[in-house]
């Protein structure tokens, strides 16, 4: 594409994964092939390390994905939480996670444990931004994944969370490692798809706070 069009060629975006270290190592080689084939490639590179923010309001990001899910999204939000609160649903929701193939969203499938609330709309709900749903779910001796819908029926599905992320120095290597590569150019854009969970407006900010430190 790029050769025949004779313009630059991006995509957006490309990141690190600790789980697979050779992923965005693979990419840069096929930067370098383009080249070699007379094209121009760069990559996009968010400059933090980035925790994706769930929502079951709008579904972002990627919650629809779950096999099973999408037909809950499509309900009016009041109709979503009658749906939510129905124990053979939230059933089909399980088998719809352990359906997943990992190699996607593998932390919706497996963490919900780890998932920590970063906003609410509600007073109650509000006082328990920070925790996770595994530490709430054992002093209620409730699963973590039935707390998650059951907060977000309290909350009317506005509560966001995101998976506690411990970025380690292996990570911040492998950020660095990225990020000094001169295929690659810090930041992002989806032209505002997602501004209900992320904003590209602090990722400066980010970048010396956290990458460079």
Request: glycine share 10%; aromatic share 8%.
């Amino acid at each position: 594409m790029s050769r025949l069009a004779d313009e630059p060629f991006n995509w957006n975006t490309l990141g690190v994964n600790q789980s697979n270290p050779a992923f965005h190592r693979r990419q840069l080689e096929a930067l370098g092939h383009i080249a070699a084939q007379g094209g121009w490639a760069m990559a996009l590179a968010r400059p933090y390390d980035k925790g994706t923010r769930y929502c079951f309001l709008t579904g972002a990001l990627g919650l629809p994905a779950v096999p099973g899910w999408e037909p809950y999204f499509r309900l009016a939000p009041a109709e979503r939480m009658r749906t939510f609160a129905d124990p053979a649903v939230r059933e089909k929701m399980r088998a719809g996670l352990l359906s997943m193939n990992t190699s996607g969203m593998r932390v919706v499938r497996t963490n919900w444990n780890g998932m920590q609330i970063v906003s609410a709309g509600s007073p109650a709900v509000q006082r328990l931004v920070g925790r996770t749903f595994g530490e709430i779910g054992a002093e209620r001796g409730r699963d973590p994944f039935d707390v998650a819908l059951d907060l977000a029926i309290e909350d009317g599905l506005r509560m966001c969370f995101t998976p506690v992320r411990k970025a380690d120095d292996e990570l911040w290597r492998m950020h660095a490692e990225l990020w000094r590569d001169p295929r690659v150019v810090l930041g992002a854009s989806d032209a505002g798809a997602h501004l209900d969970v992320q904003c590209g407006a602090a990722y400066t900010t980010n970048f010396l706070a956290q990458g460079v430190r």
